[in-house]
Each structure stands twice: as structure tokens, then as C-alpha cells.
């Protein structure tokens, strides 16, 4: 079946360290890849987004994610965590030709500490 | 500017009654969709308008659940005899015709 995959629901890290949330994606051919965070109360937030080309993608607030073709992955990073971070952070992805559909993620939770 | 907004952010309806819930799009922004968000899940689609045409129903639930958007700007999506399996944060984006879709704060309805 067609999903998109967030294997871990919680992470906690210490701020300062390193990030990576996983993602994978199980469809027939390379969908549209994209990363949101929603913090409480608020709504989602683009972080960054793949369609094609360099498979390294910059975001905002310093997050990048990776592209990986023959793991079905596209993982986000950050190098160094900050308190302002926390919140739950969203896989999604759009099928190619596949009209408008947005599918999401299970999400995973972030919590840092300080 | 203005984002997406939505209104009311919290309802709270008994088991059977009808509500609705607004979604003011950003101005200008051709596509429309409705997103639910069960606790602890990630947003699943309902429903998409292109303008005041309804392209994409297919995420509907049941025939309980109704959008509409008929001047190609507000959106209202109405859900009839509402039960508690209903209870959810219910989302708004629009977008530009290729543009990134912007989210609105979402409504959060209790069915109790």
C-alpha cells in the first residue's frame, strides 16, 4: 500500500545536539517530498520541500533534508538544536501527476531539553 | 499580509447536533483544501476546490460531512448529526495556482 512513514512518534534531544527525523515513503514512482512543523496553537509551517534536482534541500530555521532514492528516504536534519525547536514535525508528500492530494505522515513529536 | 484564517478555533456540539466551520483562504489563492487531524495523528486530506469548483471529494468521511465554497474565496464545511468520532482539529490552506499550500490555526471540535 501507498504510505508515507515516520517510524519515530517521540524524540528528545539535548539542545545544542545534532537532529535527523526519519522519513520514508512507499509509492511507485519518486513523489513530491515536504517536512512541516506545527507547533501548538499554531498551523503548519513549510520547512522545505523536494520536487527534483540536488537531493540535498536547505529549508528555513537551518533545517535540510536528504533525498535518498534507493531508501525510499528524505530525512531532516539540523546540525544544532535549539529550545525554540520543539514542537511535532510532519513528512508529507504529493504524488507526481497525481493531482493535489497532500499526504501526511503519523508526525513525530520533538522535545528538547535544556 | 493576512494568513489563512479560520473561525471558530473551538466548538464545542452534542452528540447529533449540525455544525459548521469557516475558512477565510488568502486573498487571491485559487485552491482550497480541508484537512482533519485526529489527536495524535498527522492531517488527513477531505476535500479540494479549485474557485468554487469542487475537484476532489474523495477524503469526505461519509455523506454527514459537506464543503462548499461558492463564490471561489470563503469555504464552509458543514458536518451534519455529528458524532463523536468526529472530534478532531479540522484544517484550512490555500494556495496560489503552483504555490506552496498555507495552513491556517485550525478548528478544534469536540463532539461530546
Known amino acids: 500500500a501507498q504510505s508515507v512513514t515516520q517510524p519515530d512518534i517521540h524524540i528528545t534531544v539535548s539542545e545544542g545536539a545534532s537532529l535527523e527525523l526519519r522519513c520514508n515513503y512507499s509509492?511507485?514512482?519518486?513523489?513530491?517530498l515536504f517536512w512541516y512543523v506545527q507547533s501548538p496553537g499554531q498551523g503548519l509551517q513549510l520547512l522545505l520541500k523536494?520536487?527534483?534536482?540536488?537531493?540535498l534541500v536547505q529549508g528555513i530555521k537551518g533545517f535540510e533534508a536528504e533525498f535518498k532514492r534507493s531508501q525510499s528516504s528524505f530525512n531532516l536534519r539540523k546540525p544544532s538544536v535549539h529550545w525554540s525547536d520543539a514542537a511535532e514535525y510532519f513528512c508529507?508528500?504529493?504524488?507526481?501527476?497525481?493531482?493535489?492530494?497532500?499526504?501526511f505522515g503519523t508526525g513525530t513529536q520533538l522535545k528538547v531539553e535544556l | 499580509g493576512a494568513g489563512v484564517s479560520q473561525s471558530p478555533r473551538y466548538k464545542v456540539a452534542k452528540r447529533g447536533q449540525d455544525v459548521a466551520l469557516r475558512c477565510d483562504p488568502i486573498?487571491?489563492?485559487?485552491?482550497l483544501f480541508w484537512y482533519q487531524q485526529a489527536l495524535g495523528q498527522g492531517p488527513e486530506f477531505l476535500t479540494y476546490?479549485?474557485?468554487?469548483?469542487?475537484?476532489?471529494k474523495s477524503g469526505l468521511p461519509s455523506d454527514r460531512f459537506f464543503a462548499e465554497r461558492p463564490e471561489g474565496s470563503v469555504s464552509t464545511l458543514k458536518i451534519q448529526r455529528t458524532q463523536q468520532e468526529d472530534s478532531a482539529v479540522y484544517l484550512c490552506?490555500?494556495?496560489?495556482?503552483?504555490?506552496?499550500?498555507?495552513f491556517g490555526p485550525g478548528t478544534r471540535l469536540t463532539v461530546l
Open positions: 490552506a490555500s494556495s496560489a495556482s503552483s504555490g506552496d499550500r498555507d
Open positions: 509509492y511507485g514512482a519518486t513523489p513530491y
Open positions: 523536494y520536487f527534483s534536482g540536488d537531493t
Open positions: 508529507a508528500v504529493v504524488l507526481t501527476g497525481g493531482g493535489n492530494k497532500l499526504t
Open positions: 486573498s487571491g489563492h485559487v485552491s
Open positions: 476546490f479549485q474557485n468554487e469548483a469542487q475537484l476532489d
